[in-house]
């Protein structure tokens, strides 16, 4: 079945350092590939996506390329600032599953210290 | 503005009881499912719905039913038989059920307390 691994948190990072959190993932066929960003008490909002193999989403500072044959979407951003601090979740679509529903990482807790 | 609202945020039962969540979107999206979550874990989907009157059990639907009278509104019931219901509830719709590419769109979810 499709699954998806991001790295345990928390990460704790100083203002304006570089971020990275890794995600590697299973499926059949070719999915597509998001991360999701949630504030405390919040829902989940997409921070960005990248529906085939080497393409790169971005948004907000944000990026992840989409490899195949490493089958990673890992999330960088060059300074972060305290505003960043959420939990993240990578998270696939498989074209190859009726449902279509998302398939979840455990998610990734960011603290960003000024 | 355009979104799905969730209510209530909080809502407390005792144990035994039924309790039913709300989820309304306004985005006239086709499908809609049902997630939860708990402290330090991803999302697992309960249900999920991609038209009226139709819907698909998810990976731990065991305690929970849903109804899809409406496209714009997919209610979940939290039944007794469910035996750890205390969660953070999640819903979330999309566009078109049938493309892989499709993100989902987010509620703001309701933390459910049973005592």
């Known amino acids: 079945g499709n699954s998806v691994t991001q790295m345990e948190g928390p990460v704790t990072l100083s203002e304006e350092a570089f971020l990275t959190i890794n995600c590697t993932y299973t499926?059949?066929?070719?999915?597509?590939l998001f991360w999701y960003v949630q504030y405390p008490g919040e829902g989940l909002q997409l921070l960005l996506k990248?529906?085939?193999?080497?393409d790169k989403g971005s948004n907000k500072g944000f990026e992840a390329t989409y490899r195949k044959e490493t089958t990673s979407f890992h999330l960088e951003k060059g300074s972060v600032q305290v505003s960043d601090s959420a939990v993240y979740f990578c998270?696939?679509?498989?074209?190859?599953?009726?449902?279509?529903?998302?398939?979840f990482g455990s998610g990734t807790r960011l603290q960003v210290q000024p | 503005d355009g979104g799905i609202t969730q209510s209530p945020k909080y809502l407390f039962r005792k144990e035994g009881q039924n309790v039913t969540l709300s989820c309304e979107q306004n985005?006239?999206?086709?499908?809609m499912y049902w997630y939860r979550q708990d402290p330090g874990q991803g999302l697992r989907l309960i249900y999920y719905?991609?038209?009226?009157?139709?819907?698909q059990k998810g990976d731990i639907a065991e305690g929970y039913s849903v109804s899809r009278e409406k496209k714009e509104s997919f209610p979940l019931t939290v039944t007794s038989a469910q035996k750890n219901p205390t969660a953070f509830y999640l819903c979330?719709?999309?566009?078109?059920?049938?493309?892989?590419?499709?993100?989902?769109?987010f509620g703001p979810g309701t933390r459910l307390t049973v005592t």
């Open positions: 998270a696939l679509s498989s074209p190859d599953t009726g449902r279509r529903a998302l398939t």
């Open positions: 499926a059949t066929g070719y999915p597509s």
């Open positions: 719905s991609q038209i009226v009157n139709d819907f």
């Open positions: 979330a719709s999309s566009q078109t059920p049938g493309q892989a590419y499709d993100e989902q769109y």
């Open positions: 990248a529906t085939k193999a080497d």
């Open positions: 985005l006239n999206h086709d499908a």
